[in-house]
């Protein structure tokens, strides 16, 4: 099981015993990590970061994301 299965992502509800509705899935890849944890009803964050950012360099933030951040020090605003 791996990303972007969606038993993944249910395995992650599962093991943290919470609705996906209370997580917070950070992922820098739009295919592989926001779209499927939106799916699954996660609140996915997009993380602009690495060799995926230069990738997807220029692209709107996708619809499915709850927010975009640059930096992983920008999540804690996110929940204040």
Do not use: C, H
Request: avoid cysteine; glycine fraction near 6%.
């Amino acid at each position: 099981m791996t990303k972007p299965d969606a038993a993944f992502f249910a395995r992650i509800s599962d093991e943290l015993d919470l609705g996906p509705a209370d997580i917070a899935y950070v992922g820098d890849r739009i295919d592989n990590d926001v779209e499927p944890a939106a799916r699954a009803g996660m609140r996915a964050i997009w993380i602009r970061r690495g060799p995926w950012a230069w990738i997807q360099a220029g692209r709107d933030v996708p619809v499915e994301a709850a927010a975009a951040i640059d930096s992983l020090e920008e999540l804690p605003a996110l929940f204040s």
